[in-house]
């Protein structure tokens, strides 16, 4: 729905307070950590060349983005006598080449021009609404990538737990259906339009737009009802996507994952069993302990070699509540420190901040993170193929904001639109370098 004028009232003249809050939840934590801590390579988009006929596109297609890979060794030692006996036959190492290519992703924001009118200069205004909404329409872009780095590669953003309660058109007000108790509704976002899906590759029952994505009590709000037949179990998934695997953004769910089966990168997991699988610390409901770290490092190191470079520089991803999990290992320590002889006065021994390190490693904190769930990431081996930085769409000419058609024919509305997209994939080329743990015990926040 277009940006009417009746939604920026507030800070139009009349208002008095100059201080104007964002009630929103912003959060790119992942998305800016893989950008900044590895490599970005340039990517063309997949191509067509002549060869075997593809069933569904009637062209062979070339992948944009090759991983090579050193997937299996050789030279291997034999024992002997040298008294003139055979020195066998020799073996070499085997490498394979996975693919990606990158995915279209787009935001748009509509402004009709009352809307711009009645906030455009310092004397109409507080803020100008074209200029803060470029700036907002951003926010929520990265915020959307967020959501799809933390996904495994279906367009997935969250499931609907066996616990939610689904209130489908039932509620009184405005918002007539809602969905309480998601794993992790920060993973939505205001006015985004969702499919649901029965499955992963599953059928899709239908789409409906969120009202209000409620990050405290995990709650999703719509004014509309649900796709009929929506229940507990469903995915819930990005609007455009189709819902198979590995249709979507490649998320860290894609990579780290404890299997030999599906594919990755289009290999067979299968075809090289433990090579194209992450190792997992499988909790079982218990709370996060201090081996953990310890027992990341060798499972990695047996899988890798104890000199295993992928290790430096690695860092813990998690959410907030299993950082406040890990301070509270610390805690009775802590505050036995911070406890001087004499005085009246009680001190305070919690510290402003929780800790940022885990087993000696950086831990960052993402909202959009999976509860109970943490994920030790070799940055070395991760990266993103990217054929269009986030970026305002191009419309021709530098042109970046363009009118509405009017869908009815009548010429134009009195709009203006602007998207912001990019074209861009992440990819791991190091499966074994990195570990989670799951089934982990979430503190109740």
Request: charged share 15%.
């Given at each position: 729905m277009a940006l009417q004028e009746a939604a920026v009232q507030g800070i139009e003249l009349e208002a008095w307070n100059k201080m104007i809050p964002s009630v929103i939840y912003s959060g790119k934590t992942l998305y800016n950590k893989i950008k900044s801590g590895t490599k970005t390579y340039e990517t063309a988009n997949v191509t067509a060349r002549p060869g075997n006929i593809g069933a569904t596109t009637g062209l062979a297609q070339r992948a944009a983005f090759n991983v090579p890979m050193r997937i299996q060794s050789g030279a291997t030692i034999v024992q002997g006598t040298g008294d003139g006996d055979s020195l066998g036959r020799g073996t070499g190492s085997q490498w394979i080449?996975?693919?990606?290519?990158?995915?279209?992703?787009?935001?748009?924001c509509?402004?009709?021009y009352l809307a711009q009118m009645a906030t455009a200069g310092p004397k109409r205004g507080l803020v100008s609404?074209?200029?803060?909404e470029l700036k907002n329409s951003l926010d929520s872009y990265l915020r959307g990538i967020e959501a799809l780095f933390n996904g495994d590669g279906s367009g997935a953003l969250d499931q609907i737990p066996t616990g939610a309660v689904i209130s489908n058109g039932t509620l009184a007000g405005p918002n007539i259906s809602s969905i309480v108790g998601m794993n992790n509704a920060n993973q939505f976002q205001d006015q985004q339009t969702v499919q649901v899906f029965s499955a992963v590759g599953g059928t899709l029952r239908g789409s409906f737009q969120i009202s209000y994505a409620d990050g405290v009590t995990n709650t999703l709000w719509s004014t509309t009802a649900l796709p009929p037949g929506t229940t507990n179990g469903d995915f819930l998934m990005v609007a455009g996507a189709s819902g198979a695997a590995g249709s979507s953004i490649a998320g860290i769910k894609t990579y780290q994952l404890f299997s030999n089966a599906g594919t990755v990168l289009g290999i067979p997991r299968a075809n090289y069993p433990g090579r194209l699988s992450t190792p997992n610390i499988n909790l079982s409901g218990a709370a996060v302990n201090p081996a953990i770290p310890y027992q990341a490092e060798i499972l990695i190191e047996?899988?890798?070699?104890?000199?295993?470079?992928?290790?430096?520089g690695a860092i813990w991803y998690g959410g907030p509540g299993q950082q406040l999990a890990i301070t509270q290992?610390?805690?009775?320590v802590l505050s036995q420190n911070q406890i001087a002889?004499?005085?009246?006065?009680a001190l305070d021994v919690v510290k402003k901040n929780m800790t940022p390190k885990f087993g000696g490693r950086d831990y960052v904190k993402g909202y959009n993170a999976t509860p109970g769930?943490?994920?030790l990431l070799c940055l070395k081996s991760w990266g993103i193929a990217e054929m269009i930085e986030p970026s305002l769409y191009d419309f021709?000419?530098?042109v970046t904001v363009m009118p509405v058609p009017d869908p009815n024919g009548n010429g134009w509305l009195t709009s203006n639109i602007f998207y912001y997209n990019g074209s861009m994939n992440l990819f791991n080329s190091n499966m074994k370098a990195g570990c989670y743990a799951s089934s982990m015990f979430e503190p109740t926040i």
């Amino acid at each position: 729905m277009a940006l009417q004028e009746a939604a920026v009232q507030g800070i139009e003249l009349e208002a008095w307070n100059k201080m104007i809050p964002s009630v929103i939840y912003s959060g790119k934590t992942l998305y800016n950590k893989i950008k900044s801590g590895t490599k970005t390579y340039e990517t063309a988009n997949v191509t067509a060349r002549p060869g075997n006929i593809g069933a569904t596109t009637g062209l062979a297609q070339r992948a944009a983005f090759n991983v090579p890979m050193r997937i299996q060794s050789g030279a291997t030692i034999v024992q002997g006598t040298g008294d003139g006996d055979s020195l066998g036959r020799g073996t070499g190492s085997q490498w394979i080449t996975g693919d990606i290519s990158p995915v279209f992703l787009f935001s748009g924001c509509e402004i009709t021009y009352l809307a711009q009118m009645a906030t455009a200069g310092p004397k109409r205004g507080l803020v100008s609404v074209r200029a803060q909404e470029l700036k907002n329409s951003l926010d929520s872009y990265l915020r959307g990538i967020e959501a799809l780095f933390n996904g495994d590669g279906s367009g997935a953003l969250d499931q609907i737990p066996t616990g939610a309660v689904i209130s489908n058109g039932t509620l009184a007000g405005p918002n007539i259906s809602s969905i309480v108790g998601m794993n992790n509704a920060n993973q939505f976002q205001d006015q985004q339009t969702v499919q649901v899906f029965s499955a992963v590759g599953g059928t899709l029952r239908g789409s409906f737009q969120i009202s209000y994505a409620d990050g405290v009590t995990n709650t999703l709000w719509s004014t509309t009802a649900l796709p009929p037949g929506t229940t507990n179990g469903d995915f819930l998934m990005v609007a455009g996507a189709s819902g198979a695997a590995g249709s979507s953004i490649a998320g860290i769910k894609t990579y780290q994952l404890f299997s030999n089966a599906g594919t990755v990168l289009g290999i067979p997991r299968a075809n090289y069993p433990g090579r194209l699988s992450t190792p997992n610390i499988n909790l079982s409901g218990a709370a996060v302990n201090p081996a953990i770290p310890y027992q990341a490092e060798i499972l990695i190191e047996r899988g890798l070699g104890e000199d295993a470079e992928e290790l430096n520089g690695a860092i813990w991803y998690g959410g907030p509540g299993q950082q406040l999990a890990i301070t509270q290992l610390y805690q009775n320590v802590l505050s036995q420190n911070q406890i001087a002889a004499g005085g009246d006065t009680a001190l305070d021994v919690v510290k402003k901040n929780m800790t940022p390190k885990f087993g000696g490693r950086d831990y960052v904190k993402g909202y959009n993170a999976t509860p109970g769930r943490m994920d030790l990431l070799c940055l070395k081996s991760w990266g993103i193929a990217e054929m269009i930085e986030p970026s305002l769409y191009d419309f021709g000419n530098g042109v970046t904001v363009m009118p509405v058609p009017d869908p009815n024919g009548n010429g134009w509305l009195t709009s203006n639109i602007f998207y912001y997209n990019g074209s861009m994939n992440l990819f791991n080329s190091n499966m074994k370098a990195g570990c989670y743990a799951s089934s982990m015990f979430e503190p109740t926040i």
